[in-house]
C-alpha cells in the first residue's frame, strides 16, 4: 500500500467553492439589473409622454383655433396684428396726418456752460394744452391770433437758480424733474450755435407746452412761451393727432397706435397716404396647422419609445426591457381608446380626426393630410376647434363660457337678477370747477372696501376735463391700482357720477375729504354692486359678480358669465371636451404620483430593496462559508500529510524487514 504526499491546493478548491456559493448573489445582482433597467425604460417613457403632453395641452387652448392674422396692403403706410376677437373682413385705410410731439427751440447762445442772468430763483411753470384758431408762420415758428387752452394735466413747476442757470443746467433740471417734458442742448454751428430744445414725452395736439417764467428777466426772455401771446422760442415740430378714415369713417386719435378702433385690430400707422391701402382680416391657418403637426410628431415620438420599449428580434431573439410588460400594454391601449373614440356633444361638423385628416397607420404611427386639414381649418375653424379644445358656445351672446363642467352637454340657463357696479353720484348740480391748493384739492377714496388718498391738480376745469381729472388721480393711486381696481368718472345732471369697473357684490365706491362736497353736494348717492342670479340646467347657481356657477347635477363645476342682457331664459350654453382636453386629462393621471408609471417604478423600487436585503444576507454568510471550507480542506490536508508520512515510515519499515530467500 503506498499514499502520495498531500500537496492539496486548498485555494483552488476553496476559490471554485465560494464560486458556487456566490451564484446566488450574482442572480440577485442580474436580477437588479433588470429592475434598474426597467425603471429607466419607465422615466424614458414618462419623458416621452411628457413631451406628448407639450403638443397636446397647446391643442387644448381654444384661442390656438381664434387666431387672427392682419395683413396690410401697404407695409410702408400701416401695420396691423389682431387678436382671437378680430372679425374676419377688409377695411380701406387712408392716413392724412400722423400724431407727433411737439418740438420748441430757444434762441442760440454762444455757450452752453456760461451763466444766463444774475442767478436769481426763477420759477418756470409748464401747462400742456391744445394751440387753437390764427395762423402759423413756419420761416419763425411761432403763431399769430392763437389760443392756448389747457388740457387739464396741470402745471409743472422748475426753480432755476445760481446752482443751475445755464443751458446745460437748465436741461438737466428740466430732465431730472421728470414733469413730461425732455431737454436736449444742440450745436448747430452758427455763430450762436448752442440750443435748448424742448419736447413733451406724449404726443397728440393736446400736449403743446405753455411756459410762464416768473424771476430772472434774461431767463424770462430766453424761455417764457406763450402760443397765445409772446413766443420767445421757436416751434419746429406741431403737436398734432394721428388723422385718418377707416371704411370712410374719420378718425383722430392721439397716438400712432391704435387698438380701439376695429375690435381685436391694433394698427401702427407708419406714414400718411394718397391712396387708400387695405386692412384684411382672416383666420391665420398656419397656427393651427403647426400645433396639429406638433401634436401628430408628439404621438409618433411616443409611439417609437413604446415601441423600442416592448419590441422582441426575432434574429437575436431578445425581446426589449419592457417586452409584455402590462402598464405598457394599458397605456397604449388607453392612448387608442381616446383616439378611437367620436367626441360626443362637439355640436360641429366633426367627430373624429379622421374627418380633418389625421389617420393612425397599421404600424401604429399617426399620418397627417395637410391638405384635408387645412380645407377643415378654412371652411370651419370653430368646429376643429370643438373637436381638440374643451370649448363652451352659447346661444346667447351676452353668455360666455369660462370654465367647464363635470360633464359634457347642453345645459339652459335663467338669469334672475344681473350683476351690476357700485357706484358714488351727487344730488344736486355743482358749480365749482376751480381745484385750489389746500382748499377742495383732497379726496379720500374707498373702492372695492380699498382705500386711498388722492390730491387733484390746482386749476381751472371744464366739466369734462374735471371728471378726466378725478378718474386720473384715482386710478393712479398704487393701493388701488396694485389691487386692480380702478373707475370710471362722468358728469351728469346731479353733478359727478363715481362707478367701479368691478361687477358684484364686492363693488362699492366711497369718497370724502375736502373736495368732496364741492364734487358730490350734501347727500350723494351710494348704490353698491349686486352679484348675477340665476339657475344653470334647472338648479340654482352661485352667483360672484357676472358669473353663474352650477353648484349640483350634471352641470357641476360650469361657469358662465353674464354680460348684460335681460333676466329670464336666456338660451343654452354647450360644453364638450375633445380629443386634446381628454388626452390631456389621461396622461396627468398616468404621470401623477398615483398614476400607472410612478406606482409601477415604487412596486420595482419595493423589489429592489428586497434584493438588497437578501444580499446583505447572503454576503454576510460568504466570509463565515470561506472559513469553514478553509477549515475543513486545511483539516484535510493535514490528514493527508500526517496519513503520508505514515505511509512513508510504514513503506520504509517494510523495505527493512528480511527478504526471504
Do not use: W
Amino acid at each position: 500500500m503506498a499514499i502520495g504526499g498531500a500537496n492539496l491546493d486548498v485555494n483552488g478548491i476553496v476559490g471554485q467553492l465560494m464560486s458556487l456559493e456566490q451564484r446566488p448573489v450574482a442572480m440577485l445582482n442580474k436580477k437588479e439589473a433588470d429592475y434598474q433597467a426597467k425603471i429607466s425604460a419607465y422615466g424614458n417613457i414618462s419623458s416621452a409622454l411628457s413631451g406628448f403632453q407639450t403638443s397636446v395641452q397647446e391643442l387644448t387652448k381654444l384661442e390656438k383655433f381664434q387666431s387672427q392674422k392682419a395683413t396690410s396692403s401697404d407695409a410702408t403706410a400701416f401695420s396691423a396684428s389682431a387678436s382671437g376677437k378680430a372679425a374676419t373682413g377688409s377695411h380701406s385705410i387712408s392716413i392724412s396726418s400722423l400724431a407727433q410731439t411737439q418740438k420748441l427751440a430757444v434762441a442760440g447762445q454762444e455757450s452752453d456752460v456760461t451763466s444766463i442772468g444774475t442767478g436769481q430763483a426763477t420759477k418756470l411753470v409748464f401747462d400742456f394744452g391744445t394751440i387753437a384758431g390764427g395762423s402759423f408762420d413756419e420761416a419763425s415758428g411761432k403763431y399769430k391770433d392763437a389760443t392756448f387752452s389747457p388740457s387739464g394735466q396741470g402745471s409743472k413747476t422748475l426753480t432755476i437758480d445760481s446752482g443751475n442757470n445755464t443751458l446745460q443746467g437748465i436741461r438737466d433740471a428740466i430732465n431730472a424733474a421728470k414733469m413730461g417734458v425732455t431737454a436736449s442742448v444742440i450745436n448747430d454751428g452758427s455763430a450762436a450755435p448752442f440750443k435748448l430744445t424742448l419736447s413733451p414725452t406724449s404726443i397728440g395736439a393736446s400736449n403743446s407746452l405753455k411756459i410762464s417764467v416768473t424771476g430772472e428777466d434774461a431767463i424770462s426772455k430766453l424761455l417764457s412761451h406763450d402760443p397765445g401771446g409772446t413766443q420767445n422760442l421757436s416751434q419746429t415740430a406741431t403737436a398734432q393727432n394721428a388723422v385718418f378714415t377707416v371704411d370712410g369713417v374719420t378718425i383722430n386719435k392721439t397716438g400712432n397706435s391704435v387698438a380701439d378702433v376695429i375690435p381685436g385690430v391694433t394698427l401702427e400707422l407708419l406714414k400718411t397716404t394718397t391712396t387708400p391701402a387695405t386692412l384684411t382680416v382672416g383666420n391665420d391657418s398656419s397656427a393651427i396647422t403647426n400645433s396639429v403637426q406638433g401634436f401628430v410628431k408628439g404621438y409618433n415620438d411616443l409611439n417609437k419609445t413604446l415601441q423600442d420599449m416592448s419590441s422582441y428580434n426575432a434574429a437575436t431573439k431578445q425581446g426589449a426591457v419592457l417586452q409584455g410588460d402590462s402598464t405598457l400594454r394599458v397605456l397604449q391601449s388607453q392612448i387608442r381608446a381616446v383616439l378611437n373614440t367620436p367626441i360626443s356633444n362637439s355640436g360641429g361638423a366633426y367627430t373624429n380626426l379622421t374627418q380633418i385628416g389625421i389617420t393612425l397607420q397599421k404600424d401604429g404611427t399617426m399620418a397627417l393630410d395637410t391638405a384635408k386639414l387645412n380645407t377643415a381649418i378654412t371652411k370651419n375653424p370653430n368646429d376643429v376647434a370643438s373637436l381638440f379644445a374643451t370649448v363652451g358656445t352659447s346661444s346667447d351672446p351676452l353668455l360666455s363660457y369660462t370654465s367647464a363642467a363635470n360633464s359634457t352637454g347642453t345645459y339652459p340657463v335663467n338669469v334672475t337678477k344681473l350683476a351690476s357696479k357700485g357706484s358714488m353720484g351727487g344730488c344736486e348740480e355743482v358749480e365749482t370747477l376751480i381745484i385750489d391748493a389746500g382748499e377742495n384739492d383732497a379726496l379720500d377714496v374707498t373702492v372695492n372696501g380699498v382705500s386711498a388718498s388722492v390730491v387733484l391738480t390746482p386749476g381751472t376745469y371744464t366739466e369734462d376735463s374735471l371728471a378726466t381729472e378725478i378718474q386720473s388721480k384715482i386710478n393712479g393711486a398704487s393701493t388701488l391700482s396694485s389691487a386692480g381696481i380702478s373707475v370710471s368718472v362722468v358728469h351728469d345732471q346731479f353733478g359727478y357720477l363715481v362707478t367701479s369697473n368691478t361687477v358684484g357684490s364686492k363693488s362699492s365706491v366711497e369718497i370724502t375729504g375736502t373736495g368732496a362736497l364741492n364734487l358730490f353736494g350734501k347727500s350723494p348717492v351710494y348704490t353698491t354692486g349686486t352679484d348675477v342670479e340665476g339657475t344653470i340646467n334647472g338648479s340654482p347657481a352661485s352667483g360672484s359678480g357676472q358669473t353663474l356657477t352650477a353648484i349640483s347635477g350634471a352641470a357641476l363645476g360650469l361657469k358662465v358669465d353674464v354680460s348684460g342682457g335681460a333676466v329670464g331664459e336666456r338660451g343654452k350654453v354647450n360644453y364638450s371636451q375633445g380629443y386634446a382636453h381628454i388626452l390631456n386629462q389621461l396622461i396627468t393621471s398616468v404621470l401623477a404620483q398615483e398614476g400607472q408609471l410612478e406606482s409601477r417604478k415604487r412596486g420595482i423600487n419595493s423589489s429592489i430593496k428586497e434584493i438588497e436585503s437578501r444580499r446583505q444576507t447572503l454576503e454576510q454568510r460568504l466570509p463565515l462559508q470561506e472559513a469553514r471550507f478553509r477549515k475543513q480542506y486545511s483539516s484535510l490536508e493535514t490528514s493527508l500529510s500526517n496519513m503520508s508520512k505514515t505511509s512513508s515510515y510504514l513503506n520504509q519499515q517494510l523495505s527493512n524487514l528480511p527478504r526471504p530467500y
